[in-house]
């Protein structure tokens, strides 16, 4: 059975602080890694990741893939109160006809004045 | 572009009662998906599509049925609702036949009494 796990399950910071999500996943057939933030409602896609080692950068956001040690980390420099939010990474697999995508449970990480 | 859009927002179902969500995009996206979301349980793949006349089961596919007669459309069933398909249900789509980078729908939160 395909799993993806996130850490920590919430967080609360203050506004500047650096903060770094984790997520972990034991897959099969992994093609790819994606990050996604969730306000108030539908998911918004941040990243995708699918070489190992190449940091991906938006902005304050930056991500990386250690596929050897299957895991990813989404790093947010100078937090500020707009990052609160849910943050999902999902595993993109293939199944031999079509990939799909299994989702950790999210970061829900929140931002104080 | 409208994006992805699904009808309707809210919906309270009793015990045993049948209902269709609807979910369309315009952007010409071959594959779309339908998730769950449930406090805890992150996001959970209920079906999903590759084309018009391809379907196939994601994680939690029991008690719900899916059709894909257009590119453009790709309604969820369900059949005999119960309670534990009460749930914030989101459709997505992506470019091509893979999953990578999905635009989700503003979401339909379902309560079956």
């Known amino acids: 059975e395909d799993k993806v796990v996130q850490s920590p399950l919430s967080l609360v910071v203050h506004e500047g602080d650096t903060v770094t999500l984790n997520c972990s996943y034991e897959v099969t057939n992994f093609r790819s890694l994606l990050w996604y933030k969730q306000e108030k409602k539908a998911p918004t896609f941040l990243f995708m990741l699918?070489?190992?080692?190449i940091e991906k950068k938006s902005g304050r956001l930056s991500s990386i893939l250690d596929k050897k040690e299957l895991f990813s980390i989404l790093n947010i420099t100078a937090t500020q109160t707009g990052d609160s939010a849910i943050y999902l990474c999902a595993a993109v697999t293939y199944t031999g006809t079509a990939s799909k995508l299994t989702f950790g449970t999210g970061t829900r990480l929140q931002v104080t004045l | 572009n409208a994006g992805v859009t699904q009808t309707p927002k809210f919906q309270v179902l009793k015990t045993g009662q049948s209902m269709t969500l609807q979910c369309a995009q315009d952007m010409n996206h071959e594959y779309m998906s339908w998730y769950r979301q449930d406090p805890g349980m992150g996001l959970r793949l209920i079906h999903y599509s590759v084309g018009a006349g391809i379907t196939d089961q994601g994680e939690v596919p029991n008690g719900y049925n899916v059709s894909r007669s257009t590119t453009e459309d790709f309604p969820l069933r369900l059949l005999s609702a119960a309670p534990s398909q009460t749930s914030v249900y989101f459709c997505?789509?992506?470019?091509?036949?893979?999953?990578?980078?999905?635009?989700f729908g503003p979401g339909t939160r379902l309560t079956v009494t």
């Open positions: 699918t070489s190992s080692g």
């Open positions: 997505a789509s992506s470019y091509g036949r893979t999953a990578y980078e999905q635009y």
